[in-house]
């Protein structure tokens, strides 16, 4: 069960990213919402669609753990190369890393790009789903030293810097991530079933 009333909402978030975690539970710490780390019950899908890697990984995840829990799944959708990585960022970081993307787009002039943040929360007999964007584009070259995955080649809208450069405090009050958990912490202020 979730606590509620006197205590604080405690989730498992099922993730082996620190840097996801602590951007999380940043965002929920200020909605009386706890979140703990759960590295080991992670199920890795694939799927055009990363709202349905998320909902399949916490479904599974709670069939396993049997406690509120979370799971985010995300990616970084680059318009010149039609969505590409997307759903296989994480592949994507790992093999052609930050220099393979800039290579992708030697040249190209259309640097547009955004990220998006699929969270899916799984507690008693609910299972909600909360997406969250931020667009951007694509750097001419990686700069800063924060964070991780593609934030030193990803300028936000509206800013002159990398999420690298900009750092945590920055990035965690405008990220895909950051919108797509306050949109989380929404529902579960308002939900009066759980
Ligand atoms: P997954 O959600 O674990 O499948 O990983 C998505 C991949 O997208 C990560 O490994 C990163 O490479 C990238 N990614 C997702 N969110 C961010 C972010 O906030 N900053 C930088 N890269 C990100």
Redesign the pocket.
């Known amino acids: 069960m979730l606590k509620k009333g006197g205590g604080n909402i405690k989730l498992a978030f099922i993730?082996?990213?620190q840097?996801?975690y602590f951007?999380a539970r940043q965002v929920l710490s200020s909605w009386n919402i706890d979140l703990y780390m759960v590295d080991s019950v992670?199920l890795?899908v694939q799927d055009e669609e990363?709202e349905n890697?998320?909902r399949t990984a916490a479904i599974y995840a709670y069939n396993v753990l049997k406690k509120p829990l979370i799971v985010?799944?995300?990616?970084?959708f680059i318009e010149a190369l039609n969505g590409f990585?997307g759903?296989f960022?994480?592949?994507?970081?790992?093999t052609i890393g930050n220099e393979g993307i800039l290579r992708l787009l030697s040249g190209e002039s259309n640097r547009k790009a955004y990220?998006k943040?699929s969270v899916t929360c799984v507690c008693n007999e609910f299972v909600m789903t909360f997406n969250g964007l931020?667009y951007g584009t694509i750097s001419m070259e990686p700069k800063g030293d924060k964070?991780?995955?593609?934030?030193p080649i990803?300028v936000p809208k509206g800013f002159d810097k990398t999420?690298s450069e900009l750092g945590e405090d920055v990035?965690n009050k405008i990220?895909?991530?950051s919108k797509a958990f306050t949109e989380l912490a929404m529902w579960l202020s308002q939900s009066r079933n759980l």
Do not use: Q, W
Request: aromatic fraction near 16%.
């Open positions: 993730t082996s990213n840097h996801k951007e992670k890795e990363i890697i998320s985010e799944d995300s990616g970084l990585p759903p960022s994480s592949y994507a970081h790992k990220f943040a931020v964070g991780f995955g593609f934030d990803f999420f990035k990220s895909h991530r």
